[in-house]
Antibody, heavy 124, light 107 residues
């Protein structure tokens, strides 16, 4: 059974960097069939996909246009985890952040499982 | 458009059937997946692909698709099905999209 365990601070100051980690058990961050995603949820923006990292003979990243200039998602094969860094945060980045595994197929994808979620508040 | 639209709320009598819809251009090319979210919890996958249920999801949940509309049907709704439901798909650029969410109330 695959499980994702998130960690990271719940409070970040404006203009600083939001950093979260997602530890994987029961699968590998280097899997050739999975992708590892960050998703956030807020009352104003709903569920919003932020980006993903995945390995297909080499590492790839895809990022949402809305955050592309500020986001980095990195795998850590030594710890079997992946991380999110979001730079220059503002109060609009306040949200519950989730990590999730994606199993992409030609005409479908699905997120399963999800991490437990981390409420990150951007405030001074 | 690169959006997925859902009705904000629906209600269903206990034991009856409810259909939740999701509309968007991307659904003409990609299957939707569906997620159930209860207050304070992470979303849980209930339907993926053409009409597949993960292990542990009751068979009263089913999915279908036609044109630009995907549907999630709960046949014989139970009290524990009261939750928010979200659809998800991809657009032509490979970006993931989520629906606006539907709150299901079981009466």
């Amino acid at each position: 059974q695959v499980q994702l365990q998130q960690s990271g601070p719940g409070l970040v100051k404006p203009s600083q960097t939001l950093s979260l980690t997602c530890a994987i058990s029961g699968d590998s961050v280097s899997s050739n069939s999975a992708a590892w995603n960050w998703i956030r949820q807020s009352p104003s923006r709903g569920l919003e996909w932020l980006g993903r990292t995945y390995y297909r003979s080499k590492w790839y990243n895809d990022y949402a246009v809305s955050v592309k200039s500020r986001i980095t998602i990195n795998p850590d094969t030594s710890k079997n985890q992946f991380s999110l860094q979001l730079n220059s945060v503002t109060p609009e980045d306040t949200a519950v952040y989730y990590c999730a595994r994606d199993l992409p197929r030609e005409a479908a994808n699905w997120f399963d499982p999800w991490g437990q979620g981390t409420l990150v508040t951007v405030s001074s | 458009s690169s959006e997925l639209t859902q009705d904000p709320a629906v209600s269903v009598a206990l034991g009856q059937t409810v259909r939740i819809t999701c509309q968007g251009d991307s659904l003409r090319s990609y299957y939707a997946s569906w997620y159930q979210q209860k207050p304070g919890q992470a979303p849980v996958l209930v339907i993926y692909g053409k009409n597949n249920r993960p292990s542990g999801i009751p068979d009263r949940f089913s999915g279908s698709s036609s044109g630009n509309t995907a549907s999630l049907t709960i046949t014989g709704a139970q009290a524990e099905d009261e939750a928010d439901y979200y659809c998800n798909s991809r657009d032509s650029s490979g970006n993931h999209l989520f629906g606006t969410g539907t709150k299901v109330t079981v009466l």
